[in-house]
């Protein structure tokens, strides 16, 4: 078997998130109406939570689909630990926060995450940290006071969020390798950035494919327009889950 598997992650639909990265809660149920069952899990990002709020959240989880909230949280620990304590009532199964938030808020939305009540369907809450945005380069990182090499920063950053309870990361695949090789224990690789074989780059720099993703040490993968702008996104997404089914 290639790549890291997780008890219960044999089914390959465990470990693709289908980014809905749209305007309207109509646009998003049109595209979780094409997929059908070919995906359990959906990212609810800062485009698609903004225009509608939290209802498109309530209705997909109310519809039988696991989400994943990726609004990156970064604020105070009170703050985010509140914030946790609604995403979690909202009924969602992942979330994302700002390693560089620091340990104290990094506890704060895993101790939130902790106390929420599990869904008998989605099991508990899993808090995943943001560590270096890929749109960074090392020369960013110089300018807002980060010395050195990006790789280093994704991998103190990524040390401190699971040594403070985050059940995994958002990593590129190239980071994924180095983060399986570097830090100990089975926590979460979220990737995007992964494109089918043969498919459009889209605005991604550094793209992998499904394969090469779950490779690289990635337990789960997130695919956007790949499967919300294909013409069948059912056959699309079953396309993914094949290249990932080892
Ligand atoms: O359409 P595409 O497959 O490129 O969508 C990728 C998704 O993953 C988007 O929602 C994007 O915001 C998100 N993402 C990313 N790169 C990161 C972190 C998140 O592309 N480093």
């Known amino acids: 078997m290639l790549g890291y598997t997780f ?5 390959p639909r465990e470990r693709l998130i289908v980014a809905l990265d749209v305007s309207s809660a109509a646009a998003a149920q049109k595209i979780v109406a094409a997929v059908g069952d070919s995906a359990f899990t959906y990212k609810v990002g800062k485009q698609l939570f903004t225009a509608e709020g939290p209802q498109v959240v309530r209705d997909l989880v109310a519809s039988g689909h696991r989400v994943f909230l990726d609004l990156k949280y970064h604020d105070i620990p009170s703050t985010v630990g509140a914030a946790v304590r609604e995403a979690a009532k909202l009924g969602v199964s992942m ?3 700002h390693a560089s938030g620091g340990g104290k808020m990094l506890r704060a939305a895993v101790d939130a995450a902790r106390r929420s009540v599990p869904s008998s369907r989605n099991g508990s809450l899993k808090v995943l940290a943001v560590t ?7 020369n960013d990182l110089e300018k807002i006071g980060v010395r050195g090499k990006v790789v280093d920063q994704v991998l103190r950053l ?3 969020a699971i040594a403070d309870g985050c059940d995994g990361v958002v990593a590129s695949a190239q980071e994924a390798s180095e ?4 830090l100990d224990g089975n926590f979460l690789i979220v990737t995007p950035g992964v494109r089918p074989a043969g498919s459009g780059r889209g605005d991604q720099v550094r793209v992998v494919t499904p394969a090469e993703a779950i490779a690289a040490g990635a337990t789960h993968i ?3 327009r790949p499967i919300t702008e294909a013409a069948d996104p059912a056959a699309e997404t079953r396309a993914i889950l094949g290249q990932i089914s080892f």
């Open 7 to 11: 008890p219960g992650m044999l089914d």
């Open 95 to 97: 979330l994302t926060v």
């Open 132 to 138: 270096v945005l890929t749109s960074l380069d090392d």
């Open 158 to 160: 990524a040390a401190l």
């Open 179 to 182: 983060l399986r090789s570097e």
């Open 222 to 224: 997130v695919v956007g």
